[in-house]
């Protein structure tokens, strides 16, 4: 199974563009990002099988337990002068509901969860029995890698990322916090990326390593708070079911409202090669057929 982040990867490809424009040209966004998508298929599905996009809704569970979760992402709202976080991700919701609707492949979005949570949900339960492939650059996927079925593949570097301790890794990761997620450190307090009047203490190498070897770190406060945003074994379980009943849910689209969808979006590039796509739709009805 492939997972795909697709936020992640319609962003990737489309920002390489938007940085020379001024506007969003929504006929090249959903170009591009479904290009994007045919072209991992056509790469990993005759190893992988059926490829689902995982994808963010609104409402995160996380900013329940932690208000200041990615909290340092607003400070700047502006991709470029003339196109905003705001414009592109509505182009982008709009383009999920059209592969959903038309496309044969899966598209997973539940109330209240990221993509990270829908990708780690999904890839620990078929993890079990059959090989599956995460693709996103997200380092958080990495602590996944302890089962021995999950790979991950970074499209910006091109290869795959290995690690041979995942649960070392997952320690580190949660002592060091996470910059990009507005998560500090655990030796900083709560707004340290949201006040402008604060910073994260610092993290030096010792200071790292005695944390890593305090065997009661466990019950530090803060270091609870990291594990509770970052590790994905911690996922509630409301949430973790509704992905689950989403993920059994039959597929809508198919190989052939994808053709009229790409006929009535003009995506003739895209129709050209839309037997990529085509490929994995007998492992996707065998894979559901074995599951039911």
């Not at 569970?61 to 470029?80: A, E, L």
């Not at 592969?99 to 899966?106: A, G």
């Not at 466990?218 to 992905?243: T, Y």
């Not at 053709?259 to 490929?279: A, G, P, S, T, W």
Request: with cysteine; glycine share 4%.
């Amino acid at each position: 199974m492939i997972l795909v982040d697709f936020y992640q990867i319609a962003i990737s490809s489309a920002m390489p563009q938007i940085l020379k424009s001024s506007e969003i040209d929504t006929r090249f966004i959903r170009h591009i990002t479904i290009n994007a998508l045919r072209r991992y298929h056509k790469q990993f599905s005759s190893k992988y099988g059926e490829m689902v996009l995982c994808c963010d809704s609104k409402n995160n569970w996380r900013k329940d337990i932690f208000p200041q979760y990615k909290g340092n992402r607003r400070k700047t709202d502006s991709v470029t002068a003339g196109v905003s976080w705001s414009d592109l991700y509505s182009w982008l919701e709009q383009i999920k509901n059209e592969l959903r609707q038309y496309f044969p492949m899966k598209v997973i979005f539940t109330p209240r969860a990221e993509g990270d949570d829908i990708i780690a949900v999904i890839a620990k339960e078929m993890g079990i029995t059959e090989e599956v492939l995460i693709i996103s650059s997200d380092k958080d996927f990495i602590q996944l890698q302890s089962n021995m079925n999950i790979h991950q593949w970074a499209p910006i570097k091109k290869k795959f990322i290995q690690e041979k301790s995942p649960t070392t890794f997952l320690r580190e990761h949660i002592i060091g916090g996470d910059a990009s997620d507005g998560i500090p450190n655990i030796r900083s307090d709560d707004d340290s990326f949201v006040n402008e009047n604060k910073r994260q203490r610092q993290m030096t190498k010792k200071r790292r390593e005695e944390h890593m070897a305090d065997g009661n770190l466990a019950n530090d406060p803060k270091f609870q708070r990291n594990r509770m945003l970052i590790d994905l074994d911690l996922i509630p379980r409301d949430i973790q079911e509704a992905i689950r009943v989403e993920f059994h849910k039959e597929q809508i689209g198919s190989f052939k409202t994808a053709h009229m969808y790409c006929v009535q979006k003009k995506l003739n590039q895209i129709l050209e090669h839309l037997n990529d796509f085509k490929r994995g739709e007998k492992k996707l009805c065998k894979s559901l057929f074995q599951r039911s």
